[in-house]
T-cell receptor, first 115, second 114 residues
């Protein structure tokens, strides 16, 4: 149980395009989803917390207009990197929890490469 | 300030040897503690968690961790390491609600030699 699916797993695109990453909880309802960014050989950096039906809460230093997060249902959250540039290249990981003290369960991540 | 420290960046052990990965935390409230494992290019898998009760918790893949409040530590152990345990290990601390954000340590890379 507690499976989180993230799609796509790898995306390469040209500078200036927008990229959407999906995060789905397959077998539970995720009241809260989190989006992380991970640089090579480093830890996870929390970008934002999203609750279903509410606006996401962004961490300090994360551009909300650059990284658009939508959590329209209890099983789906999306992260859109708008007008992506090479410096946005990274590994993006989502996690989801049903709350009530349940731990976060992570997707397999999306490797984003901007040329 | 809330933080998690994993003092060992890289650990190398022989297959079959015992393992202990260190984790120290600083948290203003009752901590909920987690250990996650990450294989290259993958997401994180939950190994075990501590919320309350018995301070020695058992996890998957033969791992266990002990919560020591007096030392603010939550060290991960395994009596006999397998080659497939080679991965990055992250300790994390969060609040009492699953919706609280996690604070991660910088990770410990485990290398296992045959």
């Amino acid at each position: 149980g507690a499976v989180v699916s993230q799609h796509p797993s790898w995306v390469i695109c040209k500078s200036g395009t927008s990229v959407k990453i999906e995060c789905r909880s397959l077998d539970f309802q995720a009241t809260t989803m989190f989006w992380y960014r991970q640089f090579p050989k480093q830890s996870l950096m929390l970008m934002a917390t999203s609750n279903e039906g509410s606006k996401a809460t962004y961490e300090q230093g994360v551009e909300k207009d650059k990284f658009l997060i939508n959590h329209a249902s209890l099983t789906l959250s999306t992260l859109t990197v708008t007008s992506a540039h090479p410096e946005d290249s990274s590994f993006y990981i989502c996690s989801a929890t049903s709350g009530g003290g349940q731990p976060q369960h992570f997707g397999d991540g999306t490797r984003l490469s901007i040329l | 300030a809330q933080s998690v420290t994993q003092p060992d960046i890289h650990i190398t052990v022989s297959e079959g040897a015992s393992l202990e990965l260190r984790c120290n935390y600083s948290y203003g409230a009752t901590p909920y503690l987690f250990w996650y494992v990450q294989s290259p290019g993958q997401g994180l898998q939950l190994l075990l968690k501590y919320f309350s009760g018995d301070t020695l918790v058992q996890g998957i893949k033969g791992f266990e961790a002990e919560f020591k409040r007096s030392q603010s530590s939550f060290n991960l152990r395994k009596p006999s390491v397998h080659w497939s345990d080679a991965a990055e290990y992250f300790c994390a601390v969060g609040g009492s609600r699953g919706t609280d954000k996690l604070i991660f340590g910088t990770g410990t890379r485990l290398q296992v030699f045959p």
